[in-house]
Every structure is written in structure tokens, then in C-alpha cells.
């Protein structure tokens, strides 16, 4: 059952790491397309997984 929780997190995330990297969608609309009511909750999820909150990821890997 965690595992399964913690797969599914994982998924969500990568997904919002393609949102943020390829759309111009907010942090917020994101979060709401990956499942998450909460933006603050999901950035506490992206940076669990992904080691860095949901805005510096997108500075970082942005197509400029």
C-alpha cells in the first residue's frame, strides 16, 4: 500500500516536472492538473521527490 502511495506520488510529480518545464501554466494549475487542491501541499510533494521546490525546477530547466 505505500509503495503503491508512493509510486503514484512519484508519477504525479515527473508529470508536473513536464508541465513546468514545457507549459507556461501556473505553479497552481499545475498542482490542480496533477491532483492537488493544495499548492502548498504539492510543492511540498515536488520537493520530496524531486529535491527542489516546483519554481527554482522550472528556472532551471526552462527553455531559455
Do not use: W
Not at 31 to 37: D, K, L, M, T
Not at 50 to 56: D, Q, R, S, T, V
Amino acid at each position: 500500500q505505500e509503495y503503491r502511495h508512493r509510486f503514484a506520488v512519484v508519477y504525479r510529480m515527473k508529470q508536473a516536472a513536464a508541465l513546468l518545464r514545457q507549459t507556461q501554466a501556473t505553479i497552481a494549475e499545475i498542482a490542480s492538473q496533477v491532483g492537488y487542491e493544495n499548492q502548498s501541499k504539492f510543492a511540498t510533494a515536488f520537493r520530496d521527490v524531486m529535491k527542489i521546490a516546483p519554481a527554482e525546477y522550472r528556472k532551471q530547466n526552462s527553455g531559455d
